[in-house]
């Protein structure tokens, strides 16, 4: 189950025995958007070598964090997904991102913007004291991806893909309009004043986005 033993009794080193290893946390972070593929998971970490991508799954599975389910017909594929004692991980992940998005600036050369690292950095950003007793659906268009947020009852939920019934779109044309908003460089009549961003709803749930999501 484990790769390697720490032999002290601590809980953290147990922890660290099941995800310490490279890569797993980062496949932890992608399947928390939802049941993926292999081909999936390789496409959300294009780094990762496709044996190292196997071996840490098994380790993962091994360790109660992670399970295989086959797709009915005519799907044919088999997902990963989280399990229960795997989602009990996700206080811990977004601590660690609050905690190293402070040395965060831009990207540095070669790193790649994947639709899972955004679903984690609005994750990391959510400010739930902003959100008490909200109930609102956001579909945010990255260009090459599509990222769906849903707030009920001021529970954050994220995934991949289309919202089904959005309140608002939030659409990047140029720049990095997004992440000005969520870090307060910009306001939002800044934003849409100046191009980079495009609406479709009630633009007064922008200024509520900027207050939810924000560094």
Known sequence: ??????????GLARAMEMVGERWSMLIIRNLFAGPQRFTDLRKGLPAIPTNILSAR????EGAGLATRRAL????????YELTDYGRDLESALIALGRWGARTM??????EVITAESIAMSFRTTYRPEA???VTVGYEVRMGDFTLRLQITDGELT????????PDLVIERLTGHPIRELMNGSKTPDEVLHDGGVRVEGDP????????????
Do not use: D, W
């Not at 799954?57 to 993962?60: N, W, Y």
């Not at 009915?72 to 997902?79: F, I, K, N, S, Y």
């Not at 600036?105 to 070669?110: A, C, F, K």
């Open 1 to 10: 189950m484990a790769s390697r033993e720490y032999g002290q009794f601590c």
């Open 57 to 60: 799954l098994k380790q993962l």
């Open 72 to 79: 009915p017909h005519p799907e044919r594929a088999v997902v």
């Open 105 to 110: 600036i831009e990207p540095r050369p070669g």
């Open 131 to 133: 959100a008490q007793n």
């Open 158 to 165: 994220v995934g991949t893909g289309e919202h089904p019934a």
């Open 204 to 215: 007064a749930l922008l200024s509520r986005f900027a207050e939810m999501f924000h560094f």
